[in-house]
């Protein structure tokens, strides 16, 4: 039986089904759901299982989960990483368990899955499609865990959720420090730009995206004006990343459309104002050439984490020049 993501968020013991399975790209939805689930009552205590780990040793899995004690704590079982492997498995405990309760979480699950396809048929069982947000879940997320300070305005909101770019992760992060930072309960708009590091963000964004459309000449001048930071190198190339992530959605989406019903289709929805910045890209960069850029991006990712003598400032630097220079190749 399928159940509504946002309904389950507001009331998670609609779900009688003893075994639950929540699938979907949104993985901070997913966390939400565990912590949900753990607060459901303190006595419980939550037995974690990878899916792999399992299929390696079926018989324990089953000797946990089958062999209880009406004198020990309630349990309930989070399987990870779940795909069609495991339903076999569950096919067969199913059949045995009584009290016991079992939720599986997942990636992204075809219509063809199996897996799938069993939860969705089963009139015992529950799944719960987990997508990625949209502004009008952000927005009610925000106004949720941050009702009690002053000063929670449209634009602040706006604020967190472009600095977020629809991560529910990031934006748990984003909003724990908030109300870590803000112990007077009196949110001040410059203090949250400084609190999520906005301004930088923003300089070193500008300097990605005029190197990704080829612009030579705002590029050079970035490179000189802009500062930037050893330590945030990782970031950097995360940040540069997910931009050529995104464009190679769009790439894929545009093979059967033009490219602005491939903007407008694309999930997680871009900023209406960022819409001309993707279209200069776009004119660029093909999946070939994105490929090989992201390629790069991870062998100096590795160099980075791997290699302590090396100066972390003139990698990014160098990145951001061939990236133009190859923006102007293609």
């Known amino acids: 039986m399928i159940y509504k993501s946002y309904l389950v968020e507001k009331n998670i013991e609609q779900i009688k089904g003893k075994f639950v399975l929540f699938y979907g790209e949104n993985f901070g939805m997913q966390n939400d759901f565990k912590e949900i689930i753990r607060n459901i009552d303190s006595g419980i205590e939550i037995i974690k299982f990878d899916q792999d780990e399992i299929i390696k040793n079926i018989e324990y899995f089953f000797k946990e989960v089958l062999n209880f004690s009406l004198f020990e704590k309630k349990k309930i079982y989070f399987i990870n990483n779940s795909n069609d492997k495991i339903l076999p498995i569950i096919e067969e405990i199913e059949k045995k368990i009584d009290q016991q309760k079992i939720y599986l979480f ?116 970035l490179l000189n004006n802009s500062v930037i930071e050893a330590d945030k190198s990782t970031y950097y190339l995360a940040s540069i990343n997910q931009r050529f992530s995104k464009l190679h959605s769009i790439c894929e989406i545009q093979k059967d459309k033009n490219i602005e019903r491939a903007l407008n289709d694309i999930k997680p929805p871009i900023f209406w104002k960022e819409k001309p910045v993707f279209l200069e890209q776009l004119k660029k960069w093909n999946i070939g050439s994105i490929n090989e850029i992201q390629n790069d991006i991870y062998n100096l990712e590795i160099k980075i984490k791997t290699t302590s003598i090396i100066d972390k400032n003139i990698i990014i630097k160098k990145l951001i020049v061939d990236i133009c220079n190859l923006a102007n190749a293609s």
């Open 106 to 221: 997942s990636n992204l699950l075809e219509k063809k899955s199996k897996l799938r396809n069993y939860f969705e048929k089963s009139s015992q069982h529950a799944i719960v499609p987990c997508y990625l947000d949209n502004e009008i879940s952000f927005k009610n997320i925000i106004q949720k865990k941050l009702k009690d300070f002053k000063g929670l305005s449209p634009e602040i909101i706006n604020l967190i959720i472009e600095n977020c770019n629809y991560d529910r992760v990031k934006l748990n992060n984003e909003l724990n420090k908030i109300s870590l930072f803000f112990e007077d309960k009196n949110l001040k708009k410059k203090e949250i730009k400084s609190l999520l590091n906005i301004e930088v963000h923003d300089d070193f964004n500008a300097l990605r995206d005029v190197a990704i459309k080829g612009d030579i000449t705002n590029t050079n001048r």
